[in-house]
């Protein structure tokens, strides 16, 4: 019989996390986030993942600013249009798919880049999260169901009944972490304040020290991209102006069907979807779309200038 032919040993590549590099391209929307990502990647040769918390819906293009085409194989992307909206894609689940992505990038090249805006999205794959245990999806759906029928008085006063900590010391103008704090206590018992690192501990009177995240083991740089204000807010504009000619409408109308899931509850579709149900014109849609992105773009820079971060 003929000898068997071995399989040559699969390469095994040997190197210390310590020698890693991870650059976090971080700014708020419509600041040219992808443009600078994409130059810095192509400089170092190496590979992007988005941080962006709605790009990795497939159906969901033009409303979230999805890179171009041409963009997307410039330089090779990871977490964009690769699960759907019907998923429950989450910050923790981010944070390990993110992980996951940087060990692979990691074995052949020593920085990778991360573009987004979502602040913890970043966070989570930074720092790490709180350990919240994982809701039922018909308990989330109760508490979605709240936010359809009441609106965000609803969540208030759910809320004020059942977490009263977060409800007046939590984000009560944000109804996607109103909603997380509502299906959380419902689930268990519990308020979200509980599961949160340092809590527990704080409560007790024990030191501060011991709800510090532990870092990762690679270095993590960030570079905060500015610009004046008033010139952001008129890239805004246009940008808005610019997906309504692209059939943002039509895209949003290709949804409708799905608008109370928590992936649509996104600026863009949202105030469409209030068009479409006759709450007011399609001008004042367009106009509350510059509004509300704007709004997002000040939290943004909020959130990141509390960073001890490089600007450029």
């Known amino acids: 019989m003929p000898e068997k032919k ?9 190197f210390s996390m310590a ?5 976090i391209v971080v700014g708020p929307t419509a600041v040219g986030k992808t443009t600078e990502a994409i130059k810095i990647a192509s400089a170092l040769q190496t590979e992007i993942i988005s941080a962006d918390s709605r790009q990795c819906y497939k159906e969901m293009k033009i409303g979230v600013a999805r890179p171009s085409d041409a963009e997307l194989s410039a330089v090779k992307h990871h977490f964009i249009a690769n699960h759907s909206i019907h998923e429950n894609i989450t910050a ?9 992505c940087l060990d692979i990038i990691f074995q052949d090249h020593d920085q990778a880049v991360v573009c987004g805006g979502t602040g913890l999205y ?5 720092e790490g999260l ?12 109760e508490a979605i169901a709240i936010h359809q029928e009441k609106g965000l008085e609803g969540l208030r006063e759910a809320l004020l009944s059942l977490d009263p900590g977060f409800a007046l010391l939590g984000d009560i103008n944000n ?7 509502l299906e959380v206590i419902m689930h268990t018992g519990l308020p979200i304040a509980h599961f949160q690192k340092g809590s527990a501990q704080k409560q007790k009177g024990e030191e501060h020290k011991n709800s510090v995240v532990e870092k990762r083991n690679f270095k993590i740089r960030y570079q905060f991209i500015q610009m004046p204000r008033e010139d952001l807010y008129t890239r805004i504009n246009h940008r808005v102006d610019m997906m309504m000619t692209e059939g943002l409408e039509d895209e949003a109308r290709s949804l409708f069907a799905f608008k109370h899931l928590p992936a ?15 709450k007011y014109s399609r001008e004042e849609a367009i106009e509350k779309i510059k509004q509300h992105t704007r709004n997002y773009a000040k939290r943004q820079i909020t959130w990141f200038s509390r960073l001890s971060i490089d600007c450029i």
């Open 264 to 278: 649509l509850q996104t600026v863009g579709y949202k105030e469409l979807f209030d068009f479409f149900e006759g």
């Open 130 to 141: 709180d350990d919240i245990p994982e809701v039922p999806i018909a308990v989330r759906n």
């Open 122 to 126: 970043i966070k989570a794959l930074a």
């Open 92 to 100: 923790a689940s981010f944070e390990k798919e993110a992980l996951s």
């Open 6 to 14: 071995q399989m040559a040993p699969k390469r095994t590549h040997h």
């Open 19 to 23: 020698e890693k590099e991870c650059i």
């Open 175 to 181: 109804p996607n972490r109103m909603m997380r704090a």
